[in-house]
């Protein structure tokens, strides 16, 4: 009789506790939803990264799922491209960001590395989008910065992607912005450019 | 009676919430490893062993309580451990820095009080354990064991959920809701 009761007891009490996880795991992605808005806020009324100054040191995984630290780009000049999976013009832009990236990294030693603000599984579906839909292969570096990751507060771009951070072999912010407009045009056509005279030079 | 149910529960208990933060860590070891280098108390390297000899020690400690075998053993390293956590989360919040814990693998919340309070609790169950571990002498029966196992299972998920269902039960979501 005493087992039975202990048996009705335990059976209740695991439907209790599976209601109660489910429950848990509701507030929990509530809660996350819920931060993401307030840091988003707090993002916009932020200023973005101050140029000639330190970059702030971050550390994040590749698409391949290796860590990797801004140290591990010490010497060498560096463009931080921070894209979305939900951004259609960062999907559009990607063919000339290769070609760019290629020409930058010969002509003057930049190297271009993509930052995602979402979950590797949503980025590697993005990924694996663009190479199947737009026969484009990512060849480019992808840095996995889920919001709201350290490295989004720190870099600050403010939800306006595709936006670049070009940090020098010292580390510290040349020139920062929406991919596009102002600088971005001069340091595009610098590397297009030295390019150009690289080519030239060859013929004389 | 009183002092074998207690320590039924303590066991399961600290054997449960030692099993979840190892499996949580485990499943991204760098993850962890950079966590304990957030805490900043530490060189770099030194931060990243010594959270492998954490993940190691859990282990052991769940080992211990689970077997039986070093019941005492396994409570008083339980109790170090959480004693070591709560100094350093201490030593965050006094800091006012704003770092996650990871205490239960990957997560976006920062460490706050609710976490020293947490722990402040586990190190009293911990403690009970060891008390119990040397006083108790009867065994209960299966259907004795499985209702407190259950209460200890409702425990673990209360504490390593405490700082969402305090939050919540103080501010609920009326203001993302209304949006």
Redesign the interface.
């Given at each position: 009789m005493?087992?039975v009761?202990?048996?009705g007891?335990?059976a209740s009490?695991?439907i209790i506790?599976v209601n109660?996880?489910l429950t848990?795991r509701l507030?929990?992605w509530?809660?996350?939803?819920?931060?993401l808005?307030k840091q988003q806020k707090e993002n916009e009324t932020l200023p973005e990264l101050a140029v000639n100054t330190s970059a702030p040191g971050f550390?994040a995984?590749t698409l391949a799922g290796k860590?990797t630290r801004l140290s591990d780009y010490a010497g060498r000049s560096i463009v931080l491209i921070f894209v979305s999976p939900h951004c259609g013009h960062c999907r559009q832009k990607m063919p000339e960001l290769i070609t760019l990236d290629m020409r930058a990294q010969e002509q003057a030693g930049v190297k271009f590395v993509l930052v995602s603000d979402s979950s590797a599984t949503e980025t590697y579906a993005w990924v694996e989008s663009i190479r199947i839909e737009d026969k484009v292969e990512v060849t480019l570096p992808m840095l996995i910065a889920p919001r709201?990751s350290e490295l989004l507060k720190a870099y600050n771009p403010r939800g306006l992607t595709p936006y670049y951070c070009f940090i020098n072999g010292q580390g510290i912010v040349q020139a920062r912005g929406p991919l596009g407009m102002g600088e971005w045009l001069r340091l595009q056509r610098e590397w297009e450019g030295l390019q150009a005279r690289s080519i030239s030079h060859l013929f004389t | 009676m009183l002092v074998v149910c207690i320590l039924a529960f303590c066991r399961v208990a600290i054997a449960l919430l030692f099993a979840l933060a190892f499996a949580g860590k485990i499943r991204d070891i760098r993850a962890f490893q950079e966590a304990v280098v957030d805490f900043r108390l530490l060189p770099s390297n030194w931060s990243r062993k010594l959270a492998v000899v954490f993940l190691a020690m859990e282990f052991l400690a769940c080992a211990w309580v689970v077997s039986g075998l070093l019941l005492l053993a396994g409570f008083l390293l339980a109790t170090g451990l959480l004693m070591l956590f709560s100094a350093g989360l201490l030593t965050v919040i006094r800091r006012r820095m704003k770092i996650t814990c990871n205490c239960f693998g990957w997560t976006d919340r920062r460490v706050s009080g609710y976490d020293l309070v947490r722990n402040a609790v586990l190190i009293l169950c911990s403690l009970s354990g060891a008390w119990a571990s040397v006083t108790a002498s009867q065994n209960l029966t299966m259907g004795e064991f499985g209702v407190i196992a259950l209460i200890a299972v409702y425990f673990v998920v209360l504490m390593t959920n405490l700082a969402n269902i305090v939050e919540t039960l103080r501010r609920p979501f009326y203001a993302f809701l209304d949006q």
């Open positions: 005493l087992n009761l202990f048996a007891l335990i009490g695991c506790l109660l996880l848990l507030v929990q509530l809660r996350s939803l819920e931060n808005q550390t995984k860590w709201p | -």
